[in-house]
């Protein structure tokens, strides 16, 4: 039974990076073609390597509306969108490479209380979304967010988590930035 959630694990795991990487494959070359636009449109969503920690940054689209405030409401929620999007998959993989790597015992799955706990804190992190600002494109009238999580906010809600499982909480302090470094950069 041990080796078939190890199996399991490895193959959820492979699954996994598999996905990330046919969705890196999706990247416009990193380049919408948008003349004119700042690089972060251009970009799109990605994460970011700063000299502060890492970063999830979000970029929504909003097409022309005669309602301001809705445009930029609708840019803003598709620019948080974008971070819950890569967010969820960083804790899946987290997760993940955390139910492959645990040995015996106790910590040898993650049952499903953990996976609500991370469900959670994931939502927890996303309510802490800053919309950086805002481009408003002169040609077609669309309004475009960049919204950004930073990495330490999701590290600090998990380290401070009581009913988090413990060797997860250990886990995901230990490795959370190697798995980051890891994961392709780009769109998902």
């Not at 598999?18 to 919408?32: Q, R, V």
């Not at 840019?75 to 971070?83: G, K, N, P």
């Not at 910590?107 to 994931?122: E, F, G, K, L, N």
């Not at 950086?132 to 040609?139: E, R």
Request: aromatic share 6%.
């Amino acid at each position: 039974m041990k080796s078939a959630r190890y199996v399991v694990g490895l193959g959820a795991l492979v699954l996994m990076a598999s996905l990330l990487t046919a969705c890196s494959s999706n990247k416009l070359e990193g380049d919408l073609g948008i003349k004119g636009a700042p690089d972060w449109v251009n970009k799109g969503t990605q994460e970011v390597d700063d000299k502060g920690g890492h970063l999830l940054h979000g970029v929504g689209m909003a097409p022309a509306m005669p309602d301001l405030s809705l445009q930029t409401s609708t840019a803003d929620d598709r620019a948080r969108a974008e971070v819950a999007r890569v967010l969820n998959s960083f804790m899946h993989v987290v997760s993940q490479n955390y139910s492959a790597a645990a040995g015996t015992g106790k910590d040898q799955q993650v049952d499903q209380s953990t996976s609500r706990q991370i469900q959670s804190i994931t939502d927890q992190n996303l309510s802490g979304v800053r919309i950086l600002t805002h481009w408003p494109n002169p040609k077609d009238g669309s309004l475009w967010a960049i919204a950004e999580l930073d990495l330490n906010q999701v590290k600090a809600s998990v380290a401070n988590a009581k009913d988090m499982n413990a060797g997860f909480r250990d886990y995901f302090s230990a490795h959370a930035d190697n798995i980051f470094d890891s994961m392709p950069k780009g769109d998902h």
